[in-house]
């Protein structure tokens, strides 16, 4: 038994450690971001010195970060709950009804998980430009609204999901879109949750298509902004420091609500199993 | 009272109906200067309620991207901030408009119609200007045998006490010398590059003359710096190293003033002028001008918000926000704020004595070849000639 | 049936229109392009060329090198961010206290702006940096000017923080994959007296196939267009430019040559699909069912 507790001992060292190297930047961030300004040199200071919200206030009062934060969560809530709806409604599509030409696009779905969106850069800018969607909150939303990356991974969950319990319902004679929504769609709860951190998070981290197919301030987001600061000359690394912490919170708070629902949602799915 | 109405409302109609409105693109977005341009802009639209101007800020990371993009899509913004390396570009491909027939008036009184003259079409109005000079430590000198009240004249002067500086001890280096960064590095070294006499092209523009003898010994130079006393980082972080009192000397701009006064830090320094064999020497000259879109239905307008921007007053006013050094308006350099501030004068004088890369088109591919070039040199030990020789003949391919 | 058919078309819809307008649209635009000297800021209107532009890539130094940077940075990172994304799902996936700690902390990087985290390691790289003196604290010489200002020691310390950020995420993959394991499985191996190690090379590793050949495929894809880090961190200096920051570069900024850009980009196009081809015909054989 004593080996036991070596093994066990010897698991939380390990885990330890990589919380430790996991953790360090983030925190080296926000112990940054509460620092006065000045020199950043010595080591000793991170733990001694003292602390401060001024780089925080600062960012609020001297530049438009409650926009940023605004226009970040705005855009990454409406192309998640899109992402959510409509992945969805492609992957049953193609899952459940195998027709040729949804093979075909399914194809499709393939080659643009495997084409680099960053050679999009000016078409998609000329695009927006004669839509006239250029500078406005379309070009941060229309093109993200169905993720490739989404279809495909519900698209193989829903094809782990036995048929049994629509084609019972069918025989009942429920019509189609009750059947997806109301009987399908809450057995992907779990697959749905992964889409739609995965899609948010992404999302809410965008940085070059939000940086190119907008010009104004009023429609940065987060990343955008701190790009726009870092270019600056004279902005120190308590304020940037400031602002990361700033694009950062927010994801930590969804996250720390939304992780539960995860590792549940996965038990779940292991359970049906 | 009805009547008195009816005027009130048909007159709203008119004006509304009559209101130009002025796109405006600017690259000042520091929360510290920003709303002293909004402030202008405001006067401005006071002044002339004809006139509505949209304001649109852009960054130094995108702005260039956002200003092509737009042109050639045809919706290019009325007046545009360039910096006085794209001007060339801009106006050779007909984006711009030349503004020569109308600034005759003002071309005595401002600083810096050269960096927006090609093929002698004017298409650009000078706004701020900006050049570099040197920063010293002086408590770093005072260690030295140098004295606290040293001052480089000569290339060796700045060579032997950066030598002994970077000697006081291990933490403490003599140079500030910047690493490979995107249409920095080259800003450095051009200064030697010119001191010492070398030029990037025969007086008549017509060949690339970069590897030349001077040229060879500015590099040589450069490099001496570079690897026997350099502290190597980005320009944020030699200017934070500096700040924190390691390195004795270095090349900044009027921005380091700005961090010194508004952190408040505490830092024994002075500025000078550019060493050179025959003192003061050549720095690097760049600005921010304001062109007017080619394509642009409301020139006049444009013209007069240009000329509101880059009045005396509203430079003063500018400077003082932005603690820039260098307006372009002659006038408002006389000002007594400028006079009484001892660094502001070296930046002042400095700008005289100052050179801006040609004005081509091409200038903006050329800057990057001649960055590879002293990136080669001072990171992978290339020689200096060759590299030089081997920059001139990418620049004849892309020049043919 | 009929009803069918238009329900399937209802459901695709969403996909239909975005593939045809971002997607489709897109790339034939720059597909054609890619045969022309189509420069940006040039007001002469586009002239086709035929494949000068794939013709002259081929000669290009920075092309090259910037294919060989992110082939290194694809081989370097995505193997080792599976083993060890697989090695911390293993440690998370047992019974203990404080497990869901653990696994937040681990996955939590992955989801951070890529813009945050280049500015936190452009800082901790630097000369003076954390991570500087922890090198020289195990003994070792850290790069006089910093890792991120020399050529020798740039790329790998950008890559080395790519794994860093991108463990938790595959990480929490691998999890989903491990709970989808029934537990008989294993009480069955136990009964038959198969130790731990033997359980993971017995049953863990061959059942998790199909998820690891997935997180290489999403890797790998996603590890190709590298950009934000190189973008934020080096500027493409000191051998860290990558495909898409040549593309970036040439298209979209100083040289505004998008012809030459979009034909870069077909090329990366090219080599990311051969790459993907591959592993999704291997996954096919090693499991049909996918």
Partial sequence: MVTDRIKKIAHYVILFLILGIMAFPLLWMFRVSLMPTGSLQSFVELWQGSYTLKNYSDLFTTSSMGRYLFNSSFVALIVTTGNVLFCFMVAYALARYRTIANKILFVTVIIVLMIPAHILIVPLY?????????????????????????????????????????????????????????????????????????????????????????????????????????????????????????????????????QKRIVSGITAGAIKQ | MKYILTILFVLMAITSWAETTIELWQFWTDPAIKPTIQNIIDDFEKANPDIKVNLTDLTWANGHEKIVLAFSSGTGPDVVELGSDWIAQFG????????????????????????????????????????????????????????????PISFDDLKNSSYKIQKISDNIYGWGSNTAEKHRLYKKYLPFFWTYGAQIFSDDGKYCVLPSLPAVEAMTYYKFLHDSCGYVANQRGIEDAFLDGKIGYIISGDWLLKRIELENRDINFF??????????????????????????????????????????????????????????????QEDEYFKSNVHLQTFIKQINLSKNPPVIPDWVYIENIIERAVE????????????????????????? | MRSNRLTTLVLLLPWIITFVVFWLF?????????????????????????????????????????????????????????????????????RFKGRGIFRAGYFLPSITSMVVISLIFTNLYSRGGYIAGLASMLGFTPPEHGFLYDSSTAL?????????????????????????????????????????????????????????????????????QVFVEIFVMTQGKFETASMVYFI?????????????????????????????????ILMRRRHPLW
């Avoid at chain 2, 109308?102 to 005595?108: C, K, L, N, P």
């Avoid at chain 3, 720059?30 to 890539?57: H, Q, V």
């Avoid at chain 3, 196009?269 to 993907?276: D, P, Q, T």
Wanted: hydrophobic share 50%; proline share 4%; with cysteine.
């Fill in chain 1, 126 to 258: 000329v695009l927006m430009l004669k839509a006239k969607m250029y500078d406005t909150y379309w070009a941060l939303i229309l093109p993200w609204l169905v993720n490739p990356i989404g279809i495909f991974l519900l698209k193989q969950y829903i094809e782990n999901v036995p048929s049994t319990m629509e084609d019972a319902a069918r025989v009942d004679g429920a019509g189609e879109y009750r059947i997806i929504m109301t009987i399908v769609m809450p057995l992907c709860k779990p697959a749905l949750a992964v889409v739609a951190i995965q899609i948010f998070f992404t999302n809410w981290n965008l940085f070059l298509f939000p940086f190119i197919l907008t010009s104004s301030e009023s429609l940065r987001t987060l990343p955008v902004a701190l790009a726009h600061f870092q270019g600056q000359q004279a902005i120190d690394w308590q304020h940037l420091m400031a602002g990361s912490a700033i694009a950062v919170i927010p994801v930590l708070i969804i996250f720390i609500i939304l």
């Fill in chain 2, 92 to 151: 050779a491909n007909g984006h711009l408009a030349d503004i020569s027939k109308y600034i005759s008036e003002d071309s005595a009184s401002f600083q810096g119609w050269g960096m927006a003259n090609y093929k002698n079409k004017i298409y650009g109005f000078p706004w701020i200007l900006g050049t570099r000079v040197i920063f010293g430590n002086k408590d770093l000198l005072k260690q030295t045998q140098f004295g606290e009240d040293y001052i």
């Fill in chain 2, 271 to 332: 500025t000078t002028l550019f060493p050179g064999r025959k003192f003061p020497g050549k720095s690097f000259m760049g600005g921010e001008f304001l062109s007017i879109n080619d394509a642009s239905d409301n020139k006049d307008e444009a013209l007069k918000l240009i000329r509101f921007i880059t009045s005396p007053e509203n430079q003063i006013k500018f400077c003082k926000a932005n603690r820039s050094a260098n307006p372009s308006s002659i006038n408002a």
């Fill in chain 2, 376 to 400: 080669d040199v001072l990171f992978n030990d290339a020689l200096p000639g060759e590299s030089l020789r081997e920059a001139r003949s990418k620049i004849d391919k892309l020049r043919k």
């Fill in chain 3, 26 to 94: 897109p790339l034939l635009f720059s597909l054609i392009t890619g045969f022309t000297d189509y420069s940006l800021i040039s007001r002469n209107p586009a002239e086709w060329i035929g494949l000068e532009n794939y013709k002259e890539l081929l000669t290009d130094q920075d092309f090259i090198i910037s294919i060989k940077n992110t082939f290194i940075f694809v081989f370097g990172t995505v193997p080792i961010t599976t083993v060890i994304a697989l090695i911390m799902a293993v440690l998370v996936n047992q």
């Fill in chain 3, 156 to 224: 790998f310390s950008i890559m080395a923080m790519d794994i860093w950020m991108s463990v938790g995420y595959y990480m929490l993959i691998f999890l989903s994959g491990l709970k989808s394991i029934p537990s008989e499985l294993y009480e069955a191996a136990r009964i038959q007296g198969a130790g731990n190690i033997r359980q993971f090379f017995l049953i863990t590793l061959p059942l998790l196939k199909p998820v690891a050949l997935f997180i290489l495929v999403i890797n790998t894809i996603k590890s190709f």
């Fill in chain 3, 248 to 280: 970036y570069e040439t298209g979209v900024t100083t040289a505004f040559r998008f012809g030459y850009a979009s034909a870069a980009a077909y090329i990366l196009f090219a080599i990311i699909g051969i790459f993907s081809l591959t592993q999704f």
